[in-house]
């Protein structure tokens, strides 16, 4: 059985609550995001190898966008029972069609900061997913997040987030961003695009304020001080990486 819970959000503030803003991101997510796809798999290999065989199966999928993180574990778990939480509604609804075929799935409209206040109840879980989202708070807001996600873990849970990541150093962020417009090119090329994606998209990416990556480093170390163990980077390509802990 699916539903939704509403729970009032101060998400409505950013860009990202604007429906045209989220669903354009949505349909170039492809050619935004360098190997998006590869990303996804490491995500279903992760989640494969770490709850294969067994019964963990409640889901925590932050800043759920479109459902496409909850699809994938499906892909690979078969039913799961999911509670998806993003704080754009167009989002949820999103999210709600692409997963109209899935039963066990619970929908609930709120920001991190009021997750991060206690402010909605969303229970325990076996696993913690974020993808992409998590950028858009400060450092102090990513460290509470942390904290968060370890309380509502069982022990034994991981948490898994795929994101934007800063690079600390200037020479490796110049590396970084020539990485990126070089993957956009290929995906301009390949798809016939002719406008200027990435001029577009670094502009948003610098100068946009919900925009604030951090470094990896520094957001591992939040989650050793969250209590995470197995702290760790499990794959990186320029800006975009996959990072996460486990509950003992």
């Known amino acids: 059985m699916c539903y939704h819970i509403r729970v009032m959000t101060k998400f409505r503030d950013s860009e990202w609550a604007n429906p045209e803003f989220s669903r ?6 492809d050619v935004y995001v360098i190997e998006r796809r590869r990303l996804f798999e490491v995500l279903k290999s992760f989640y ?3 709850n294969a065989g067994e019964e963990k199966r409640r889901v925590l999928d932050l800043g759920c966008g479109d459902g496409i993180v909850t699809r994938k574990l499906i892909e690979v778990a078969g039913e799961i029972e999911a509670t998806l939480v993003d704080g754009s509604e167009d989002m949820l609804d999103q999210a709600r069609r692409n997963l109209a075929d899935s039963r066990r799935l ?3 409209l709120a920001s991190f900061q009021e997750i991060i206040a206690g402010e909605v109840t969303l229970g325990s879980f076996d696993f913690i997913v974020s993808s992409l ?3 858009h708070l400060t450092l102090v807001e990513k460290g509470e997040l942390f904290r968060k996600a370890h309380s509502l873990l069982i022990p034994g849970g991981y948490f898994l987030n795929i994101d934007l990541v800063r690079a600390g150093q200037e020479e ?9 417009r070089e993957w956009i090119e290929e995906r301009k090329r390949s798809l ?4 200027d994606i990435f001029g577009d998209i670094l502009r948003r990416y610098k100068e ?15 989650l050793t001080d969250a209590g995470f163990i197995q702290v760790d980077c499990y794959y990186k390509y320029g800006i975009f990486t996959i990072f996460g802990g486990k509950r003992p």
């Open 24 to 29: 354009e991101y949505r349909d170039k997510a």
């Open 48 to 50: 494969r190898h770490f």
């Open 106 to 108: 619970r929908y609930v």
């Open 133 to 135: 989202a998590i950028h």
């Open 172 to 180: 490796l962020e110049e590396w970084y961003m020539g990485l990126w």
């Open 192 to 195: 016939g695009i002719e406008e």
């Open 208 to 222: 946009n304020e919900d925009n604030r990556p951090d470094t990896l480093g520094d957001q591992l170390a939040m």
